[in-house]
């Protein structure tokens, strides 16, 4: 394998990498959750639900 060769297949494969990286990204946004927040609203149903259920 020449030089030229391996710096071609070298591009190829770094190139793949960011293409990989790029799409795996994409797929995480719209997955990803704001845990924090639905700590907040889980607490915060329990709080109502107990408050409810004990009569005050």
Request: net charge neutral; with cysteine.
């Amino acid at each position: 394998m020449t030089e030229e060769e391996r710096f071609r297949a070298t591009d190829r494969f770094e190139k793949e990498l960011r293409r990989m990286d790029a799409d795996r990204l994409k797929k995480s946004d719209w997955m990803r959750v704001d845990w924090v927040a639905v700590l907040l609203l889980a607490m915060t149903a329990f709080c109502a639900f107990y408050f409810l259920v004990s009569g005050f």
